[in-house]
């Protein structure tokens, strides 16, 4: 591969949401795979390969919509809850056709620190996103406080030491949805010092 090839790949890597996806509309089970085969390729320190997904499609992608409306009905204080949240968190699996959530295995040995796991996740999920365009599926990596809950961490049956770090949700664009054009980044030359 030429480096202009792999350049020009990660560069049109783009977050796109739920409003800018088919409605109704579902990815088939065997390119999901496809995605998360890319992300079991990612580096871990002592190869713990800590990376762990949850994936929900079809009937139990609807069912994780309407509980995680009520986990956030549940876990929100009374003053800060709002009811069209609720109904917008209910409505999403009618454009959203798969949510993966994100998940860390901890090592039993504790051989290396949290932080280094969740890097480890966080490549793992990075592969997914770069997977994504050449396979037509559009999607983001959202992070809902109430993913982070003791909650959720019972919903997903992660043990005491694992944790979730987020949803991966993803669709298929609206048919004639124009190519959304990259923001610029501010220049690399910006955010490095050399010594």
Not at 33 to 44: I, R, V
Not at 95 to 122: D, G, H, L, N
Request: charged share 25%; net charge neutral; with cysteine.
């Amino acid at each position: 591969m030429q480096i202009e090839t792999l350049t020009n790949f990660i560069i049109n890597r783009q977050s796109l949401f739920s409003n800018q996806m088919e409605e109704g509309a579902s990815i088939e089970k065997d390119l999901i795979w496809s995605l998360l085969k890319l992300a079991n390729y990612a580096p871990s320190h002592r190869r713990t390969q800590p990376w762990r997904f949850r994936v929900f499609h079809e009937e139990s992608k609807n069912i994780f919509f309407t509980d995680l409306a009520n986990l956030y009905k549940e876990t929100t204080k009374i003053e800060l809850y709002d009811e069209n949240k609720y109904k917008k968190i209910a409505n999403k699996s009618t454009s959203i056709s798969t949510v993966i959530a994100i998940c860390m295995k901890r090592c039993s040995k504790e051989s290396v620190p949290v932080f280094e796991e969740e890097y480890a996740v966080a490549c793992a999920v990075q592969n997914i996103l770069l997977g994504m365009k050449p396979l037509g599926i559009i999607g983001y990596w959202s992070t809902p406080k109430m993913a982070f809950t003791s909650e959720m961490k019972a919903y997903l049956e992660l043990n005491k030491e694992d944790k979730c770090m987020g949803f991966l949700q993803l669709g298929l664009p609206k048919q004639g949805l124009p190519e959304i054009p990259q923001k610029e980044n501010d220049p690399i030359e910006l955010k490095v010092t050399w010594h």
